[in-house]
């Protein structure tokens, strides 16, 4: 039988894993709600306690950063994948689910 893991203990999981890709490049896919999706590569700069921030290039050669909360990942309202293999660095079996 498997034992839950309790949604804090996820989110400590999360921020782990991240502060250990600190520097990696990763694609990002946000959900902003209204339908929108934004979905942006870029590398991770800071994995802090509460939210991680991705740097991703702009156009014309300009840099943005974009902040990301932890709790995000965990409902999905963000996803995280591998840029180079295209596969999602964290699945907690939300999807197809109506939260």
């Known amino acids: 039988m498997e034992v839950e893991v309790p ?49 991703v290039e702009e156009r014309r050669g300009r840099k943005a950063r974009q902040s990301y909360q932890y709790v995000d990942v965990l409902t999905g309202a963000v996803e995280i994948y591998d840029p180079d293999t295209g596969e999602r660095l964290f699945d907690f079996g939300f999807e197809g689910q109506q939260l």
Not at 32 to 44: C, I, K, P
Request: aromatic residues 4%; glycine residues 8%; hydrophobic residues 40%.
């Open 7 to 55: 949604p804090a203990n996820r989110v400590d999981q999360i921020r782990e894993e991240l502060v250990s890709l600190r520097g990696r490049h990763l694609r990002v896919r946000a959900n902003m709600g209204r339908s929108r999706v934004v979905e942006r590569t870029g590398t991770l700069v800071g994995a802090y306690p509460t939210l991680f921030v991705v740097e």
